[in-house]
C-alpha cells in the first residue's frame, strides 16, 4: 500500500458544494440620477435574480418618484416585494429570492 491510492474517486457523497446564498448576490447601488437605461439596466439584473438596494438619498423628489414607480410596477407585475431598509434605502426583490431565508437574515441584521 502506498501514500497515494491510484484511481481513486471521490463519492458523491463525499463532494461538498458550496450553495451561493441569495443574500451574497444583492446589488447596492446609490442612485444618482433618473436615467431610464440606467434603471432598465438594474431591473433586469433584479429580474435575473439579483435583490437591489437601492439609496434615493441624493435624488430629488421627482426622480425619487418616478424610480419607486417605475420599480414598483416592475415588482408588481413579477409578485415581489418592496422593503423599507431605512429611511430613503429600499430594497426590490423578486419573489423567490426569498427561498433560503439568506435575506430575511441580512435584513434582520442591517435593520436592528
Known amino acids: 500500500m502506498g501514500l497515494f491510492s491510484v484511481g481513486k ?3 458523491q457523497s463525499d463532494i461538498v458544494e458550496e450553495k451561493k446564498l441569495m443574500s451574497d448576490l444583492i446589488i447596492f447601488e446609490q ?3 433618473d436615467d431610464d437605461t440606467y434603471l432598465t439596466g438594474l431591473a433586469d439584473k433584479m429580474l435575473a435574480g439579483n ?3 437601492l439609496s434615493f438619498e441624493e435624488l ?3 426622480q425619487a418618484n418616478k424610480v419607486i414607480a417605475f420599480f414598483s410596477g416592475v415588482i408588481y407585475a413579477d409578485k415581489g416585494e418592496i422593503v423599507n431598509v ?3 434605502v429600499f430594497m426590490f426583490a423578486t419573489s423567490d429570492v426569498f427561498d433560503d431565508g439568506s435575506i430575511e437574515e441580512f435584513l434582520k441584521d442591517v435593520v436592528e
Do not use: G, R, T, V
Request: hydrophobic letters at 25%; zero cysteines.
Open 9 to 11: 474517486k471521490k463519492k
Open 31 to 33: 442612485l444618482k440620477n
Open 51 to 53: 435583490p437591489l438596494i
Open 60 to 62: 430629488d423628489i421627482d
Open 86 to 88: 431605512k429611511e430613503k
